[in-house]
């Protein structure tokens, strides 16, 4: 059957919105040098880079048809929608589609309208590390009427950038040359500016590259302000890796929206923003024009191994009152801090439901039993399965209530079910983790979870009235977060570190969300199971494509972290070795005893000896002393 975008629409909602309809030709850009240091080829939309800025409303459905013209399968995630029971139009590949075949088409459908959402947000690629290489852009989803008063807005976008191929960086990430796991140190960072749909240009009288010469980055980007006015900055980090910490010299900053909730005004001298975060601040301007004021934004560098010496973490660009003026940058400030988000309260309250489960996650990295590091949640990494998870949840009927039919790292959630998700944070850096198709209700943080003081590791406050709610949130080290999730959500949702390199080498579950009543609302479409047939995959059954709750033969499963427990070999190896010392020890115990040869009996064994490796040297065709 084909399905075309008019009947995609009419099944995603039955009341026709307005379509807002766009064209994305996924293409590579050659030489594009957006920090002016080095080109490189990116992946771009439509033969230009960075992808085009998305502005809708409310009331529209979004029909993105994304055609794929780069060498390898690609997908396209809006991240933070919630795409109510049609999870199959989330773009995780392995999880909500296999991914669109080179030649061919998806259409997704974002509907806007009936999810009750606005905001700020964004579309990445979801498909073997292609945003690293480009592919990601600013959304920004307008109500009919905003919460908060401001004159204009704009739409700051951050982002980490490296000069080598994501897939040349991976291969080098992945290898037992790199036993520690030492992340991919970014190039490089951007910062840019969008307003109404469109990237703001560079500033008069600067020479951009060519390529991305259309927009402005870093200090060849400005943004205009006047006198008096108050402006609401959307600040989005797009990175693979880097937060940041963002601020402007002269300026002061009030927090009123985190990842697409309203919040009441809170004043803020500096913005933590971690990977996939999303902030807005009203900004008032100052009443004088005597001069231009810095923007900072600099990378979070103790989240790097090492900091190369040829990297500026710290990038500026400005704001320009009156452009024959000249910047004012103070500088540094004096101490970096991170945004307090449970003490934000969300505008539209919601009452925290009491939970009838926990799951406990707990981030740990290892190098394995095959020599690479990899991340694990519960000792485990994850792996694609050979079925996208959502095929498999509408065609194992019963047994779609099996969690170990999703493979190792699948947790099946009834209908309505809360849930607590403690995430424990082992590992020695911060992580940012989202959970696709939800918004998720922080109760409370640990500094220390294994602490027993309770000024570490306080109890929750399940009498909150109203806690924060986002869709993506950092864990420090050795911190943890209590997320209380409703599955209202029918479908399979992706949970993951939003750190690109932790993704690869294995740190998500996947929530397999009310299957039965997933299975009532199946519509997905048939050009879907077309994209997965072209690509040689299956497109029913378990993980491993078996109509079978346990039967995964054939899935790729580990690397398993490394035994070093006692193990019938190196029991061997020991004795050998004990055994080797205790005889040498013998032997410098009999000699030193006076059982020792003379030394014309040690002349006779030195002779026998030698007319031995004589004998050898004739045998392998070896000179000789002599000869």
Same mark, same amino acid.
């Given at each position: 059957?084909?399905? &075309?975008? +008019?009947?995609?629409?009419? @099944?995603?909602?039955?009341?026709?919105?307005?379509?807002?309809?766009?064209?994305?030709?996924?293409?590579?850009?050659?030489?594009?040098?957006?920090?002016?240091?080095?080109?490189?080829?990116?992946?771009?939309?439509?033969?230009?880079?960075? /992808?085009?800025?998305?502005?809708?409303?409310?009331?529209?459905?979004?029909?993105?048809?994304?055609?794929?013209?780069?060498?390898?399968?690609?997908?396209?995630?809006?991240?933070?929608?919630?795409?109510?029971?049609?999870?199959?139009?989330?773009?995780?590949?392995?999880?909500? $589609?296999?991914?669109?075949?080179?030649?061919?088409?998806?259409?997704?459908?974002?509907?806007?309208? &009936?999810?009750? $959402?606005?905001?700020?947000?964004?579309?990445?690629?979801?498909?073997?590390?292609?945003?690293?290489?480009?592919?990601?852009?600013?959304?920004?989803?307008?109500?009919?009427?905003?919460?908060?008063?401001?004159?204009?807005?704009? %739409?700051?976008?951050?982002?980490?950038?490296?000069?080598?191929?994501? !897939?040349?960086?991976?291969?080098?990430?992945?290898?037992?040359?790199?036993?520690?796991?030492?992340?991919?140190?970014?190039?490089? *960072?951007?910062?840019?500016?969008?307003?109404?749909?469109?990237?703001?240009?560079?500033? *008069?009288? %600067?020479?951009?590259?060519?390529?991305?010469?259309?927009?402005?980055?870093?200090?060849?980007?400005?943004?205009?302000?006047?006198?008096?006015?108050?402006?609401?900055?959307?600040?989005?980090?797009?990175?693979?890796?880097?937060?940041?910490?963002?601020?402007?010299?002269?300026?002061?900053?009030?927090?009123?929206?985190?990842?697409?909730?309203?919040?009441?005004?809170?004043?803020?001298?500096?913005?933590?923003?971690?990977?996939?975060?999303?902030?807005?601040?009203?900004? %008032? !301007?100052?009443?004088?024009?005597?001069?231009?004021?810095?923007?900072?934004?600099?990378?979070?560098?103790?989240?790097?191994?090492?900091?190369?010496?040829?990297?500026?973490?710290?990038?500026? &660009?400005?704001?320009?009152?009156?452009?024959?003026?000249?910047?004012?940058?103070?500088?540094?400030?004096?101490?970096?801090?991170?945004?307090?988000?449970?003490?934000?309260?969300?505008?539209?309250?919601?009452?925290?439901?009491?939970?009838?489960?926990?799951?406990?996650?707990?981030?740990?990295?290892?190098?394995?039993?095959?020599?690479?590091?990899?991340?694990?949640?519960?000792?485990?990494?994850?792996?694609?399965?050979?079925?996208?998870?959502?095929?498999?949840?509408?065609?194992?009927?019963?047994?779609?209530?099996?969690?170990?039919?999703?493979?190792?790292?699948?947790?099946?959630?009834?209908?309505?079910?809360?849930?607590?998700?403690?995430?424990?944070?082992?590992?020695?850096?911060?992580?940012?983790?989202? +959970?696709?198709?939800?918004?998720?209700?922080?109760?409370?943080?640990?500094?220390?979870?294994?602490?027993?003081?309770?000024?570490?590791?306080? /109890?929750?406050?399940?009498?909150?009235?109203?806690?924060?709610?986002?869709?993506?949130?950092?864990?420090?080290?050795?911190?943890?977060?209590?997320?209380?999730?409703? @599955?209202?959500?029918?479908?399979?949702?992706?949970?993951?570190?939003?750190?690109?390199?932790?993704?690869?080498?294995?740190?998500?579950?996947?929530?397999?969300?009310?299957?039965?009543? !997933?299975?009532?609302?199946?519509?997905?479409?048939?050009?879907?199971?077309?994209?997965?047939?072209?690509?040689?995959?299956?497109?029913?059954?378990?993980?491993?494509?078996?109509?079978?709750?346990?039967?995964?033969?054939?899935?790729?499963?580990?690397?398993?972290?490394?035994?070093?427990?006692?193990?019938?070999?190196?029991?061997?190896?020991?004795?050998?070795?004990?055994?080797?010392?205790?005889?040498?020890?013998?032997?410098?115990?009999?000699?030193?005893?006076?059982?020792?040869?003379?030394?014309?009996?040690?002349?006779?064994?030195?002779?026998?000896?030698?007319?031995?490796?004589?004998?050898?040297?004739?045998?392998?065709? +070896?000179?000789?002393?002599? &000869?």
């Amino acid at each position: 059957m084909k399905w &075309s975008a +008019l009947a995609l629409l009419s @099944a995603a909602a039955p009341t026709l919105a307005a379509v807002h309809e766009i064209w994305w030709n996924i293409t590579y850009v050659e030489d594009a040098n957006p920090d002016g240091l080095q080109p490189r080829r990116v992946i771009g939309i439509n033969g230009t880079w960075p /992808p085009p800025p998305i502005d809708v409303t409310t009331n529209d459905m979004l029909l993105v048809h994304a055609t794929n013209s780069i060498d390898e399968p690609t997908s396209l995630h809006h991240h933070g929608m919630f795409f109510n029971s049609t999870s199959w139009m989330d773009g995780a590949v392995g999880v909500s $589609q296999c991914g669109i075949p080179k030649g061919s088409t998806f259409d997704y459908v974002v509907p806007i309208n &009936s999810s009750g $959402q606005w905001g700020t947000y964004w579309v990445h690629a979801h498909a073997s590390g292609q945003y690293v290489d480009g592919l990601r852009a600013p959304v920004v989803i307008h109500p009919e009427k905003e919460v908060h008063s401001y004159d204009e807005e704009f %739409t700051v976008v951050l982002g980490d950038w490296y000069h080598d191929q994501h !897939a040349d960086l991976l291969k080098q990430f992945i290898s037992i040359a790199n036993p520690g796991g030492a992340e991919p140190v970014p190039d490089s *960072a951007l910062i840019y500016f969008a307003q109404n749909g469109t990237y703001l240009g560079p500033k *008069a009288g %600067t020479s951009p590259d060519p390529v991305t010469g259309a927009v402005g980055f870093n200090e060849n980007a400005t943004l205009p302000f006047q006198p008096g006015k108050t402006y609401r900055l959307r600040i989005v980090n797009t990175s693979a890796f880097a937060a940041f910490f963002f601020w402007i010299d002269g300026h002061d900053m009030r927090i009123i929206e985190a990842d697409g909730v309203d919040v009441e005004e809170s004043p803020i001298d500096l913005i933590s923003v971690t990977v996939a975060q999303r902030y807005s601040v009203l900004v %008032t !301007a100052r009443n004088d024009t005597n001069a231009n004021w810095a923007i900072h934004a600099n990378m979070d560098v103790d989240m790097f191994d090492t900091v190369p010496p040829a990297l500026n973490p710290n990038v500026t &660009s400005s704001i320009t009152y009156d452009a024959s003026k000249s910047l004012t940058d103070l500088g540094f400030v004096d101490e970096y801090h991170d945004v307090d988000d449970l003490a934000l309260v969300p505008v539209q309250a919601v009452p925290l439901p009491p939970a009838d489960r926990t799951i406990e996650l707990e981030v740990l990295f290892d190098t394995m039993d095959d020599g690479t590091n990899h991340a694990m949640f519960n000792m485990v990494t994850y792996n694609s399965p050979l079925v996208p998870t959502i095929m498999s949840e509408m065609s194992l009927g019963e047994n779609a209530t099996v969690a170990t039919a999703y493979g190792t790292n699948g947790f099946v959630l009834n209908h309505l079910e809360v849930v607590d998700i403690v995430l424990k944070n082992g590992d020695a850096g911060k992580h940012p983790f989202h +959970l696709h198709g939800h918004q998720m209700q922080l109760v409370g943080r640990s500094q220390d979870y294994t602490s027993d003081d309770p000024e570490l590791n306080p /109890p929750l406050n399940n009498s909150q009235p109203n806690p924060m709610r986002r869709d993506t949130v950092q864990v420090p080290s050795m911190n943890s977060v209590t997320l209380r999730v409703v @599955a209202d959500n029918p479908g399979a949702w992706f949970f993951h570190c939003h750190i690109e390199w932790h993704l690869e080498v294995g740190l998500a579950v996947v929530f397999i969300e009310a299957p039965t009543v !997933a299975q009532q609302r199946d519509g997905i479409p048939q050009f879907m199971f077309d994209q997965c047939e072209a690509l040689g995959k299956p497109v029913s059954g378990n993980a491993a494509g078996h109509a079978s709750a346990t039967d995964l033969s054939g899935l790729a499963v580990g690397p398993f972290p490394q035994n070093n427990g006692w193990h019938a070999r190196g029991i061997g190896a020991m004795f050998g070795c004990v055994l080797t010392a205790t005889i040498g020890m013998a032997s410098v115990t009999w000699y030193t005893l006076g059982g020792h040869i003379s030394e014309e009996e040690m002349e006779h064994e030195a002779r026998e000896e030698q007319d031995a490796k004589d004998r050898r040297g004739r045998f392998f065709g +070896l000179l000789k002393r002599g &000869s």
